[in-house]
């Protein structure tokens, strides 16, 4: 099978940075299937690369590549780092941008890449994407074993933006993750965990806004009625039949979720 | 031949979505190569992917699959469609965002996909992109033949968006199927059948705009006038030589247009 | 090796036109793969589609085949032309969008288009992206020969926005070839010849700023403060760091930059 390697970047897709990845790429290993996942991460925004890639990558055969280049501290000392988990490799930043493949996959080795002779030189300060991480990527691509690109660590960095916080007897306090384009509200709240609210009373807020109906389907609700639904990220989601639940609120990724049961 | 599967959908570029799609192709179907058509269709604008549909799926060679996943009902029963017309498949929900395809092409094949055995389990509630339709694509381009996936049917939906309506002996009222990213205004009047207006005195009215001018090429018309043109979707549309002329006239996809002869 | 066919166009990634392209090259070349490198160049910016394909052609394989259509022109008397340069090819219409490509590889053959056995038929006033640029991309990627397509000639277009102006002793008056997604300015300023800056007093004012400082990496520079870094583009920027530049200065592409030596 040709090599798959994915793409998750905050670049925009209007400049040339993810063609100039691509090129990289096909350059060292012309086999290699470059795929998008997406170019469009919020400038800098981690936990929500984070989240991206943690719905997407699960959806790949193994063996796949995810090349993960979110870096406000590239030309910093901040490491860059090769992950193998449940048979993929993830070449990203040591930035905790991986901190929800770190907690779904306990069983995961890193690696700091020290091997300077795969990176593209000269290595400039600036686009670590194009000179040492898309070489990378396409070098394991290429058949590379992980252990060329450097020793294995274990005081990577693991952020704690995942989990919601007991801070009451009956009350959790979380985020949102995400906001996606239709104006879902993606909050931290793990939809396998909380299941029990559909037997239960429960009050969510958000803003200045409060949410107590729990839908199983959009179609479901009424219009113009904000309701809780378990998302297909396996997150609890607000949501609005087919408007914005997010622009009614006005909340973005990283907002407070609070959660009571009554 | 390599299979390929394009995607069209109304998820953006700045999700998870569209990858997590390509991730499902690429397991089910190795072989397969996902192309994308657009992810940047408004939300829930049926129309607007028909027309983009329309337009770009009789680019590709014979055999290529289209995935659209323009779903304002998902969750709800609306049923799952995969169509056969011209030698490609079309995998789509039943929402009538096939229509211009059933237009242009009379004789086609539509069966109500029931497989379940093809879907990634569990199906979630929200995102049957990935776990209904991507899959179904993924196992046409792997060879599956559609009679596998669910039986004929006739009371398809289909949408009458596509014409303009006779409204006097001189009098035609439409609609615009699309505003392109230069701002021309893309009405549902066939350049084909409208031919004639080369030869005719008309006006057309949109907001409170009204064009009488036909050219033949941007460049022969003058800075600051508004023209119809036969544009390459082989529609009349309206434009201004190198600037918007949806701007100009205020007016958006499923505004009306009004064209008399004189 | 499957040859590549690179896409760098300015028709945004809402419409059908990229994916009306990849379908066209598709059919004629099944075994292409097309790479986007971007379709959000602003409209009909030659500039900054000049600038977009110097940053991005060279990252790919000798034997790429760079499709590039920002064309306000299209439909007047504007030639399309063939240009191979490097072991790459280029296809794009006459109207400078390759200046910075003419200029950096002096030993280039460039072709008239005229063969129109190899367009796509019939041939529209409006999109020649997918009528004419599309399919001779296609068929190069087949192996048709350069010859085939059309003569030679030496007046095409290039422009003169690449490099900046003496216009005093000490001073210099250069331009903004881009503004990136993260506010980086990139000048006209090549980093190599402006490497001095390093031992050097100098002003670079843009619009009601003036900046002083040389920086050799974003996290080096403090807060707040406007710095003149050299890019991986080759040129010099400004930069704030984890901050717009372009949006404190008020500048876009195009805009003024005068650099004086103390």
Redesign the interface.
């Known amino acids: 099978?040709?090599p798959?390697v994915?793409l998750?970047t905050?670049?925009?897709?209007?400049?040339?940075?993810?063609?100039?990845?691509?090129?990289?790429i096909?350059?060292i290993c012309?086999e290699a299937?470059?795929?998008?996942?997406?170019?469009?991460?919020?400038?800098?925004a981690i936990t929500e690369a984070a989240?991206?890639?943690a719905?997407?990558?699960?959806?790949?055969?193994s063996g796949?590549v995810h090349l993960v280049v979110v870096d406000?501290?590239?030309?910093?000392a901040r490491r860059p780092i090769l992950v193998e988990a449940a048979g993929h490799y993830f070449v990203a930043p040591d930035n905790g941008v991986l901190t929800m493949l770190f907690d779904s996959e306990p069983i995961h080795q890193v690696r700091e890449i020290t091997a300077t002779n795969y990176f593209r030189q000269p290595v400039?300060?600036?686009?670590h994407g194009?000179?040492i991480f898309a070489p990378v990527a396409a070098h394991l691509a290429n058949g590379a074993q992980p252990a060329e690109l450097g020793e294995q660590i274990r005081d990577y960095v693991r952020l704690s933006f995942a989990k919601p916080i007991r801070s009451a007897p009956d009350k959790w306090t979380g985020c949102v993750l995400?906001v996606?384009?239709?104006g879902n509200v993606i909050t931290n709240f793990d939809a396998g965990t909380w299941r029990r609210l559909a037997a239960e009373k429960f009050e969510m807020k958000l803003g200045t806004q409060s949410v107590s109906r729990l839908a199983?389907?959009?179609?479901?609700a009424d219009a113009g009625e904000l309701f809780v639904?378990?998302?297909?990220?396996g997150f609890l989601?607000v949501s609005l039949n087919?408007a914005s639940a997010a622009a009614v609120i006005g909340i973005e990724a990283g907002g407070a979720v609070e959660l009571r049961l009554l």
Chains 1, 2, 3 share one sequence.
């Open positions: 099978m040709k798959i994915t998750l905050d670049f925009g897709v209007s400049g040339y940075f993810a063609g100039a990845m691509k090129g990289v096909l350059g012309p299937r470059p795929i998008d996942i997406s170019h469009e991460i919020r400038p800098y989240f991206t890639l719905q997407a990558w699960q959806c790949f055969p796949t406000p501290g590239v030309g910093s400039s300060q600036t686009f194009r000179d995400a996606d384009r239709f199983s389907s959009y179609a479901e639904i378990a998302g297909s990220a989601e087919q």
